[in-house]
């Protein structure tokens, strides 16, 4: 089966078609947060301060680029263990957050917000960052400088290739594998 393609602003009205297991090609914009970003921006939250980024709609890849060599928007740029964001993810669900990207499981109160929200979690593979990055076509820091890495970056991607790891109607790749 070929994989749909996607635009990363479409998701939050995909999401209800999606199924785990499902492959998707997916383009547009997504912003990079790992544990640190993450961190702020439930600073930013609770503090009522602005977000780096609008999260309504908002896709999320759990990755810390590398600095880009020579011709590339960015360097590795693979998934990080989305587990980690576990804590903020049903926040930022209630908040709006359409989908994110990472690799291995969620929590039971990560998957119920992915169902309560209608939203998404895409699995990148892991390992493959060296060649993720060719799927980047443009990179620009927006958040959280002083993070190095794992500042918030906008990506805008072409053609990444994603694998539907849990959607939005209790399907479950991580269970059914």
């Known amino acids: 089966m070929n994989p749909q393609k996607l635009n990363a602003q479409q998701i939050a009205e995909m999401a209800p078609s999606l199924h785990a297991g499902d492959r998707i090609l997916l383009s547009g914009t997504v912003y990079t947060a790992r544990?640190?970003?993450?961190?702020?921006?439930?600073?930013?939250?609770e503090a009522n301060t602005p977000l780096p980024f609008d999260?309504?709609?908002?896709?999320?890849?759990?990755?810390?680029?590398?600095?880009?060599?020579?011709?590339?928007?960015?360097?590795?740029?693979g998934p990080t263990t989305a587990g980690r964001m576990d804590p903020y993810t049903p926040k930022l669900?209630?908040?709006?957050?359409a989908g994110m990207i990472g690799k291995g499981e969620r929590n039971s109160q990560v998957v119920e917000a992915i169902q309560k929200h209608h939203a998404v979690y895409l699995c990148a593979i892991g390992g493959a960052g060296a060649l993720a990055c060719h799927c980047v076509?443009?990179?620009?820091?927006?958040?959280?400088?002083?993070?190095?890495?794992?500042?918030?970056?906008?990506?805008?991607?072409?053609?990444?290739?994603?694998i539907v790891g849990i959607d939005c109607h209790g399907g479950n790749l991580f269970q059914s594998a």
């Open 35 to 45: 544990d640190a970003a993450h961190k702020r921006i439930m600073q930013c939250i």
């Open 55 to 77: 999260l309504c709609g908002a896709v999320i890849y759990y990755a810390g680029p590398t600095p880009a060599p020579h011709g590339l928007a960015v360097g590795s740029c």
């Open 93 to 97: 669900l209630a908040l709006g957050l």
């Open 137 to 162: 076509k443009s990179c620009e820091e927006v958040a959280f400088l002083e993070l190095g890495c794992e500042s918030v970056k906008r990506l805008v991607i072409e053609d990444f290739p994603l």
